[in-house]
């Protein structure tokens, strides 16, 4: 059984708001299958490229329905 916290973030911003989601797991997970789940969810735009400086960010969550 997994258990999750969440932590929402509401400073006045023109476009959006941020939230924190922490998930514990009585097993190991598999980073990839993660990231694959997150890809495949509806409603979820995965946005994890910290390496090109590419992250969620309200600018490029404007206009769109899905969670970034």
Excluded: F
């Amino acid at each position: 059984m997994a258990t999750y916290s969440c932590t929402a973030v509401r400073i006045p911003t023109y476009r959006a708001h941020s939230e924190s989601i922490v998930i514990e797991t009585e097993l190991p997970v598999d980073v990839d299958a993660a990231r694959q789940a997150l890809e495949e969810a509806p409603g979820v735009k995965l946005v994890d490229d910290t390496a090109n400086d590419k992250y969620p960010m309200p600018l490029t969550a404007t206009g769109q329905e899905d969670v970034e």
